[in-house]
Antibody, heavy 118, light 107 residues
Framework: QVQLQQWGAGLLKPSETLSLTCAVY????????WSWIRQPPGKGLEWIGE???????NYNPSLKSRVTISVDTSKNQFSLRLSSVTAADTAVYYC????????????WGQGTLVTASS | DIQMTQSPSTLSASVGDRVTITCRAS??????LAWYQQKPGRAPKLLID???SLETGVPSRFSGSGSGTEFTLTISSLQPDDFATYYC?????????FGGGTKVEIK
């Protein structure tokens, strides 16, 4: 049974850097793409980016200048950093497993609400 | 980016009703479309991929159809557990994009 468990700081001040980590339990870490997706309160879903075991990444162009997704294969974990946050970055952030690069998502983390407020 | 537009944004229906949700893409995405169900406070759940392929364990009352730019998700007989918000997602090209969602409410 594949499980994604995520954690990270939930309250940030504007201009700070958001940092979240997602650990993968069960199943293989190889052969998949690992993504971050966010959802502002009461709104729809926005794809942030993805990474594979080898460190190949793809990012949403609208966030690319502020986003870094990294992977730690020794721990079966991947992480998201989003710099210079503003109130517009307030959202529930999800990690998810894609079956391939740029695909759909069977498995999701539980979500982490990140609030950017002074 | 490919824009995904869902309609309606809200739908009021009764148990037993047949429900249809539409998703339109701003350009052709062939059949590279997935549908998700999301309940409050929960992560989305994958229902359908490749426009019409039902995921294992998803009830057969859910079905998907379409190709190119127009797609539909149909629930043949709405059940109490189906009241939720539904999203489509294209995976034809980067950046992956989602529709704005359709909330299915109790009438």
């Amino acid at each position: 049974q594949v499980q994604l468990q995520q954690w990270g700081a939930g309250l940030l001040k504007p201009s700070e850097t958001l940092s979240l980590t997602c650990a993968v339990y069960g199943g293989s870490f190889s052969g998949y793409y690992w993504s971050w997706i966010r959802q502002p309160p009461g709104k729809g879903l926005e794809w942030i980016g993805e990474i594979n075991r080898g460190g190949d990444t793809n990012y949403n162009p609208s966030l690319k200048s502020r986003v870094t997704i990294s992977v730690d294969t020794s721990k079966n974990q991947f992480s998201l950093r989003l710099s210079s946050v503003t109130a517009a970055d307030t959202a529930v952030y999800y990690c998810a497993r894609g079956v391939a690069s740029g695909s759909f998502y069977h498995y999701w983390g539980q979500g982490t609400l990140v609030t950017a407020s002074s | 980016d490919i824009q995904m537009t869902q309609s309606p944004s809200t739908l009021s229906a009764s148990v037993g009703d047949r429900v249809t949700i539409t998703c339109r893409a701003s350009q052709s995405i062939s059949s590279w479309l997935a549908w998700y169900q999301q309940k409050p406070g929960r992560a989305p759940k994958l229902l359908i991929d490749k426009a019409s392929s039902l995921e294992t364990g998803v009830p057969s009352r859910f079905s998907g159809s379409g190709s190119g730019t127009e797609f539909t998700l149909t629930i043949s007989s709405l059940q109490p557990d189906d009241f939720a918000t539904y999203y489509c997602q294209q995976y034809k090209s980067y950046s992956l994009t989602f529709g704005g969602g359709t909330k299915v409410e109790i009438k």
